[in-house]
């Protein structure tokens, strides 16, 4: 059974920074994109960010390119969001996203087969 388990969300003030981890286990996803995805309340599903399985080739939302950044340790089948400057619009709920099906876009969330719960970010102002 695959799990993917996010963690490291929380309340911050504008500004300020958290790391979001996701642990995928039940299968190795080494050789997939993995992603980063968010809704805030009353919004569609919108993408983050996404990661080639080596690394080489990471994409980013466009409001949060120099302030995030996503990587990916194979080694513990593990991806992870590190959020900088963080603003009042980032708050919503942020979910990890795998198992990227053949021929479809990182960017788009219907591409993903497994997801995790969801982790809670809320920026305050």
């Known amino acids: 059974q695959v799990q993917l388990v996010e963690s490291g969300g929380g309340l911050v003030q504008t500004g300020g920074s958290l790391r979001l981890s996701c642990a995928a286990s039940?299968?190795?996803?080494?050789?997939?994109?993995m992603g980063w995805f968010r809704q805030a309340p009353g919004k569609e599903r919108q993408f983050v960010s996404s990661i080639s399985a080596n690394g080489d080739n990471r994409n980013y939302l466009a409001i949060v390119k120099g302030r995030f950044t996503i990587s990916r340790d194979n080694a513990k089948n593990t991806v992870y969001l590190q959020m900088n400057n963080l603003k009042a619009e980032d708050t919503a709920i942020y979910y990890c996203?795998?198992?990227?099906?053949?021929?479809?876009?990182?960017?788009?969330?219907?591409?993903?087969?497994?997801w995790g719960q969801g982790t809670q970010v809320t920026v305050s102002s």
């Open positions: 039940g299968r190795t996803f080494s050789s997939d994109f």
């Open positions: 996203a795998a198992g990227l099906r053949p021929g479809t876009r990182s960017v788009d969330s219907k591409s993903y087969e497994y």
